[in-house]
């Protein structure tokens, strides 16, 4: 019987660094940043200290590893949910699902994201801030031009939205997330509909 | 308040020198922190600009955090104070809302190292100081929902855009601090206040309001 053909070995580096990514989300979520060691993260990803320092250089480089990977995919599903849509009240609203349906699904790297890295050290707090920019970006390309609008009124709407879902989050509602696409729609929506 | 007392032997009480060492290190953190940002700001720097020795300032706070979180405290007083005033003064919904904002604005604007310490750096010293941030900004929800209408379209109930609101225009007046700009904060009122108003109002009548005051 032919043994088993190897896994290519950037697979297994990509699935290790996955579960160092996940180990060091949950631990944030249970214990906090600052508490949390490299022993810990380790035990909990089952690799070896070496592996993690082959992959990483310590924790604050995780920590934005799985910021960027999970802010990736954030973005990634709102631009593809929008994509198909031509009404732009349903882009906003599809844009707004497919935000919440990340949260709901992945509670624990939407905590890292949107509660930890505000609180981790000056660089995830600046990875936070870059986030909130491409969110307001995003937001732009769906939003109408008003000249009667403020220019500022992307970042104050995106801005709005974020401080929802953070206290969301921070209830440990994060799972029911989608509950909230009416209102944060509404929201989105009010400065641009006539007669309130 | 930031001048010391004279040197050498005065008549104040022991309670008057103490709280004045007080707010001089409150003062003092604030300038620093706008200056230096947190990791560089030291115990020693704080005491120097405040010109109280670092044996005085031990016995005020234990640590510049706690001396930090005394001074986020501070702050939020300062502002709300202001605030609730200017809320008071009016009978309408629509006027308090737009007399807090701009007594808010007002007051962050003119104190740039307070508007840098309760919105920039009160962001990113931590979780128990990012936790008081949370919690001032959420001590207005009442202000904002006392009086305030249904909308007449719309299935959300007001309640619910109370802390959008809030967090939006936390936001965005964090992001004006940050890039530098805390002495324009006066200057963009009338688009805070429009965004403030327009889910309650709808923005026909949430412009007629600015526009009219």
Redesign the interface.
Known sequence: MPSRPALPREFIAAHKQRRIMDALAELCAEQ?Y?ATKISDIVRRAKVARKTLYDNFDGKEEVFLAAFDAARDEAIGRVEESCAAVEDWGQRVEAGLAALLGYVAQEPVLARLCMIEA??AT?AT?RRY?DA?AAFVKLAGESLPRSK???E??D??????????V??QI?REQARDAVDLL???T??ML??????? | MSRPLPRGRHGLTREFVEQDQRERLLAAIAGALLERGYDETTVSLIGSRARVSKSDFYRHFDSKEECFIAAYEEGVERVRARVVAAWDEQTEWADRVCAGLAAGLGCLGREPEWANLLLVEGLRAGPEVYGRFQLAVDSFVPYLRDGAPRPRRGKAAPEEFDEAVLGGVASLVGRQVLAGRADGLERIFPEVAEFALTPYLGPAEARRIISAR
């Open positions: 906090g600052e505000l609180s000056p707090t801030e909130l009667r609008l403020p500022t009124i970042e104050t709407l995106v801005g709005g939205v974020a401080w929802i953070y206290q921070r009416p209102q944060l509404e929201f009010a400065p641009y509909l006539e007669a309130g």
